[in-house]
Each structure stands twice: as C-alpha cells, then as structure tokens.
C-alpha cells in the first residue's frame, strides 16, 4: 500500500478519534451487489477495432464492508465505511467458427465471455439527513470514497489507475422502527473523478450503482 493511501489512512483516523469522543456512534456490516460499466471520456480511432464495442457491458458483483455511524443530530448522521468491490464491464457473444476440414463451414458456435475489471477496497466518507415519514425514517447519501485498486484483470495493469477518488448519491431506508430489526436497504450510485484507465486510443470511467442492505449494532 503507497504511502498517500496511509496518509489517508491517518487522517480517517484522527477524524474518527476526534468525532467519537463527541458524538453516540453505530457499528455494522453491509452487503449487497454493484452493477457496473465502463465509460469513454476519449476516443481515438484504431484500424479494425471498435473500442466502443470492445468494452460493452455491465458487470455484476457482490461486495462487503463494515461502517461506522457518527449521529451529530437526531437528523444528520456522517457515515464512514470500508468496503471491498468490484468493477468494471462483461459481456459475453456467441462466436462463430469453422473447422480446419470445413472452412467454409458449416460453423460451430461458442460463447465468450470478455471481463475488465479491478477489485478494490473503498474508503468511504458519507453524509446522511434523515427525513422521518410515518413511523419509516429516510435518508439522502451524499458522500466520497477513495478506491485503492489491489487486483486487475486488464492486461497492460500500469494503465490502470492504482488510487482514485469517486463521488457517491443514493438513499436510503431503515427499518429498525417498522420491523424491530437494525435493518436499512440502500441504493447508491457512484462515479470516478478521473480516468479509471488510459491508453492511447481510448480513457474510461467507471460508473456503479449499488444495492445494499446491512445492520447496525
């Protein structure tokens, strides 16, 4: 791990130090799935390769963190989270092809499934305003994470970028009052700051939407 992402580690450190010793504060665990794909910001043409094609597709993927809930008010929570996930795009065709004695065919078909994709563990730093109705609390996320990538399976892995920030929106419902369970769901979407891979021809992004549910303790 660089020494930036334990600077980072450090400063996510003293903050949570400082706010504990202010504030009530949850525990818990989250788990759910991200669907994801890949985005240009550029573009260059390239003599018999459609980059637009060559990248299409969502993935799907499950993901894990834990967190912790710092209650300023009865009406604002700031989350911090850890989580691992994964990103990137999939997409599987079916491909023709004829043999070495009938090269004319008739053909044989088979699928193939193209995935690019990194595996990361997110830092994340959430604010959550709580807007009760009825007896069901609600809440916006509206936050930032820090993504360190720790396993890709692009090719050419110094392309890819190692450290990056995204921007997360979603919301959120919990169901403590409702059920008598620390259960909430959420629904986030999130995307990169900067490329999350660069070439020559072509830079991506990454977009995610997430679906998570999880309990407080």
Not at 58 to 81: A, C, K, M, Q, Y
């Amino acid at each position: 791990m660089g020494n930036l992402m334990k600077k980072v580690l450090l400063i996510f450190f003293i903050i949570f130090t400082i706010i504990e010793a202010q504030v009530k504060i949850d525990y818990g665990v989250k788990f759910g799935f991200t669907l994801s794909d890949l985005t240009y910001t550029e573009i260059k043409s390239f003599p018999m390769i459609d980059f637009e094609e060559y990248f299409d597709g969502n993935s799907i993927n499950p993901s894990i963190g834990v967190f912790v809930n710092f209650r300023l008010t009865d009406n604002l929570i700031l989350e911090n989270d850890f989580s691992y996930t994964i990103k990137g795009s999939r997409k599987t065709e079916n491909i023709n092809y004829s043999s070495y004695d009938n090269p004319e065919g008739p053909y044989n078909k088979s699928k193939q499934t193209s995935e690019y994709s990194t595996h990361n563990l997110e830092l994340g730093l959430n604010l959550k305003p709580i807007v009760k109705i009825g007896d069901v609390p609600y809440y916006a996320i509206l936050g930032v994470s820090l993504n360190y990538n720790v396993l890709t399976t692009f090719v050419i892995q110094d392309r890819v970028t190692e450290l990056m920030g995204s921007y997360r929106l979603g919301l959120g419902v919990y169901f403590e009052e409702l059920l008598n369970i620390p259960l909430f769901v959420e629904l986030k979407f999130s995307n990169d700051f900067s490329n999350y891979y660069s070439s020559d021809y072509y830079k991506l992004t990454n977009r995610v939407f997430s679906f998570t549910t999880g309990l407080c303790f």
